[in-house]
C-alpha cells in the first residue's frame, strides 16, 4: 500500500522546507521530496534549496569574509590601528563558508525531526490522480497526498554560446567555489548576483569588469538610490561596469576567456582568467509531471497561481521561485507558511506590496513598496523626505557614512508608499519600513516613534520627520 500523507512538497529549498515545517507545527501529516546533494561530501540529499546552499547563506559568508579584509587594509588606519603583511587565505574562506552551509542544512533536518516531516530523498514528480488523491512519483515509487506543494525553485539562466563548466565560466555555484582570486575577473550581468560575487573578489584583489546589456544600471530600484550606488561601486571602489552591451561570442581557452561584445557602435573585445555568467534564473518545471496532470503554466514557463497560490488543479498549490514574482528566499517562505495555514483552514496571509527587497554589497542597498519613478509614472502625488548618514552620529562614530535613507508618502493621507536605503546595514534597517508599510503606517506615525541615540535607526526618523520638512538634525 501506496505511503498516504496530508501533504506532499515536491522540493526543499526555503520555499518548500517552510511549508512542510509549517505544516508540521498544525498537527498535518507532511512528507517533503528533495534529490539535490550539491557538493554534500556523502552525496545524501541536502535540504535548504539554491539559497542555502549555493546562494543567500554562502555568498552573504563570503561577503563578510571579504568585507573584513577590505576594512582591515584600508579603513582600520582610521581607527589608529595599523597592521602589516595582511594576507587572505581564500581555502579557509571558503571553508568557513562550507561549515555555515552544512550547519544549516542540518538545522533544517532536526527540524523535520522535531515536526514529524518525513523526507523522501529522490525526485518527485506529478503520477496521476487517484480517488481524492494525487500520485507522486518518488524515484519509482507512488506516494499518495491529500495536498500538492510545488516548490521546485529555480535554476541560474545560461546563455546560449558559453559553455558553463563551473571551473572557468561559472554561474553563481561555481562562483562561489574559487580557490583563489582571479587577476581578471569577468561578469556578464549587474543585477543582484553579478554585484554581490563581482565586490567579493574584487576586495581580494581581482580586477573585475562587469558587462550589462541593459542601459540603465539598477533599473528596479529608485533612481536616487540607483545614482548613489554607481557612483560609489564604479568611482570609489573601482568596479569597471560597462551598460548597454551585447555580447557576440565567449571563447574559452588554456590562457582564460576571451569576451568579444558590441558597445555602441564599437567592437570591443575583453580577456579574462574567469568568467561569471549572471544573467537571472529560470524556473525549474522540466520533468514534474505537468503534462500528466495538466498543471497550468504561464507565459514564461512559471506555474501559474492565483494570489493565495492555488494552482489550475484541485489541491495542488506552488510557492517560491517557481511562481511570478520577484525570486526571494523570504517571498517563498512567507509563500510557505501561507499555503500552509490554508491547508490547515486558517486565514493564510502574504502582502506582495510590502516584501523588501536587499542587495548585500557595500554599502548595502535595501527597498520597500515603490519608487519614485513609479509613483510618477502612476500619477500619485507624494512627498519625499531624504536624509544622509553623514548626518548621523553613530555612522559618523562608524565611521562609515556613505548613502541615505530616503521615504516616500502619499500627499493627502501620509501614507508611506516607499522607503529606500543604501548605507551600512540598510538590509536591517528596512524592516521597519516593512513593519510600517504591512500595518498601513504614516510617516507621522515613525516620526512619532523614539528612537535610541545613537543609533542608525535614528536616520529613519529624521527621514520621517523630513517628508514634513521638519527634520532636526539636517
Given at each position: ?103 544549516l ?17 529522490g ?33 541560474a ?62 533599473a ?128 493564510g ?6 516584501i ?12 520597500v513598496?515603490?519608487t ?39 500627499a ?62 539636517f
Amino acid at each position: 500500500m501506496a505511503k498516504q500523507f496530508d501533504v506532499v512538497v515536491i522540493g526543499a529549498g526555503p520555499g518548500g522546507y517552510v511549508a512542510a515545517i509549517r505544516a508540521g507545527q498544525l498537527g498535518l501529516s507532511v512528507a517533503c521530496i528533495e534529490s539535490q546533494p550539491y557538493a554534500d561530501p556523502k552525496g545524501e540529499v541536502r535540504l535548504g534549496g539554491t539559497c542555502l546552499n549555493e546562494g543567500c547563506i554562502p555568498s552573504k559568508a563570503l561577503l563578510q569574509s571579504s568585507e573584513l579584509f577590505e576594512q582591515a587594509n584600508h579603513s582600520f588606519v582610521m581607527h589608529g590601528i595599523t597592521a602589516d603583511s595582511i594576507k587572505m587565505d581564500v581555502a579557509t574562506m571558503v571553508r568557513r563558508k562550507d561549515n555555515i552551509v552544512g550547519q544549516l542544512t542540518g538545522g533544517i533536518r532536526s527540524l523535520f525531526k522535531k515536526y514529524k516531516v518525513t523526507l523522501l530523498p529522490g525526485h518527485g514528480k506529478f503520477a496521476g490522480r487517484g480517488d481524492d488523491v494525487w500520485l507522486v512519483d518518488v524515484n519509482g515509487e507512488i506516494v499518495e497526498a491529500k495536498h500538492v506543494v510545488v516548490a521546485t525553485g529555480s535554476r541560474a539562466r545560461h546563455l546560449d554560446g558559453i559553455p558553463v563548466d563551473n571551473k572557468i565560466i561559472c554561474d553563481n555555484a561555481g562562483a562561489l567555489c574559487f580557490d583563489k582570486a582571479p587577476k581578471r575577473l569577468g561578469v556578464i550581468g549587474a543585477g543582484v548576483i553579478g554585484l554581490e560575487l563581482g565586490s567579493v573578489w574584487k576586495r581580494l584583489g581581482s580586477e573585475v569588469t562587469i558587462l550589462e546589456a541593459l542601459p540603465d544600471f539598477l533599473a528596479a530600484a529608485d533612481p536616487a538610490v540607483a545614482k548613489e550606488a554607481w557612483k560609489v561601486f564604479t568611482q570609489k571602489q573601482g568596479l569597471n561596469i560597462q551598460l548597454g552591451v551585447k555580447i557576440n561570442k565567449v571563447t574559452q581557452s588554456k590562457k582564460g576567456v576571451t569576451i568579444d561584445f558590441e558597445l555602441g557602435d564599437e567592437e570591443k573585445s575583453l580577456e579574462v582568467d574567469r568568467l561569471i555568467v549572471s544573467v537571472g534564473r529560470i524556473p525549474n518545471t522540466s520533468n514534474l509531471g505537468i503534462e500528466t496532470v495538466d498543471l497550468k503554466l504561464d507565459d514564461r514557463g512559471r506555474v501559474d497561481v492565483d494570489g493565495h497560490c492555488r494552482t489550475n488543479l484541485p489541491n495542488v498549490w506552488a510557492v517560491g521561485d517557481v511562481i511570478r514574482g520577484p525570486m526571494l528566499a523570504h517571498k517563498g517562505m512567507e509563500e510557505g507558511v501561507m499555503v500552509a495555514e490554508l491547508i490547515a483552514g486558517q486565514a493564510g496571509h502574504v502582502n506582495y506590496d510590502a516584501i523588501p527587497w536587499v542587495i548585500y554589497t557595500h554599502p548595502e542597498i535595501a527597498w520597500v513598496g515603490k519608487t519614485e519613478q513609479q509613483l510618477k509614472n502612476e500619477g500619485v502625488e507624494y512627498r519625499t523626505g531624504q536624509i544622509p548618514f553623514a548626518a548621523n552620529g553613530r555612522a559618523l562614530g562608524q565611521g562609515d557614512t556613505t548613502g541615505f535613507i530616503k521615504m516616500l508618502a502619499d500627499a493627502k493621507t501620509d501614507r508611506i508608499l516607499g522607503v529606500h536605503i543604501i548605507g551600512n546595514n540598510a538590509s536591517e534597517l528596512i524592516a521597519e519600513a516593512v513593519v510600517a508599510m504591512e500595518f498601513g503606517a504614516s510617516s507621522e506615525d515613525i516620526a512619532r516613534i523614539c528612537h535610541a541615540h545613537p543609533t542608525l535607526s535614528e536616520a529613519m526618523h529624521e527621514t520621517a520627520l523630513a517628508v514634513d520638512k521638519r527634520s532636526l538634525h539636517f
